[in-house]
């Protein structure tokens, strides 16, 4: 059965750094999405991608964050200045978007913020 | 707004039946998924409705009321590996497009 792929499954960096994380959906999901849980707390919704471009975003994905599909594969998540509060599980989920789909997830990316 | 509420935390003991409840506010409700998380792991789905009623699969069950914001997932014969958290999780299309709002999730602990 396929799978979300994620990389790397831990990445450690500095405050202020950039990070990029990664993903690879199931070939024929259309609909990316991409969350974060902070260690105990609720799955949280950040941005959704459809067709090249940003459908959605929460409030959470500010200017720091930014997303990207750049060769029809893989489809990144990007900080470009962590802070501390970021570190968490970061998610990549996809579906095809039919009205019964649901969204399958990757392993997920622990983000740890020094 | 939108909001979903879950219990906390639930224990039950193995082979029992246990019901974890949700209740949600959303304007563009388009669906109730539950899901399983194992610590340290991602959500895997269980179930979906977007009807009202009951759908089955397997010892997995889930209930949908529209009308009162209302879905419970029904786990039957519990087994250890079934302590987990459960998580609600609404999918709202008020906007357009999907959005998956998720409630904090439910953990179970199944006792031998």
């Known amino acids: 059965e396929p799978e979300v792929t994620q990389t790397p499954s831990h990445q450690v960096t500095q405050m202020g750094q950039e990070v990029i994380l990664r993903c690879v959906p199931i070939s024929n999901h259309l609909y990316f999405y991409w969350y974060r849980q902070i260690l105990g707390q609720k799955v949280e919704f950040l941005v959704s991608f459809y067709n090249n471009e940003i459908s959605e975003k929460s409030e959470i994905f500010d200017d720091q964050f930014s997303v990207e599909r750049p060769d029809g594969s893989n489809f990144t998540l990007k900080i470009r200045s962590t802070k501390l509060e970021d570190s968490a599980m970061y998610f990549c989920?996809?579906?095809?978007?039919?009205?019964?789909?649901?969204?399958?997830f990757g392993p997920g990316t622990r983000l740890t913020v020094l | 707004g939108q909001n979903i509420d879950q219990p906390t935390e639930m224990t039950a003991t193995e082979g029992a039946i246990v019901q974890i409840n949700c209740t949600y506010q959303t304007s563009g409700f388009n669906g109730l998924f539950w899901y399983q998380q194992h610590a340290g792991e991602a959500p895997t789905f269980l179930s979906y409705?977007?009807?009202?009623g009951l759908e089955e699969k397997g010892r997995f069950s889930s209930f949908l009321s529209r009308s009162k914001g209302y879905s419970y997932l029904l786990l039957k014969e519990l087994q250890m590996k079934d302590s987990a958290s459960y998580l609600c999780?609404?999918?709202?299309?008020?906007?357009?497009?999907?959005?998956?709002?998720f409630g904090t999730g439910t953990r179970l602990k199944v006792l031998a």
């Open positions: 999780a609404v999918r709202d299309a008020e906007a357009g497009t999907y959005k998956y709002i």
């Open positions: 989920a996809g579906n095809t978007g039919t009205g019964t789909d649901t969204q399958y």
């Open positions: 409705n977007v009807l009202d």
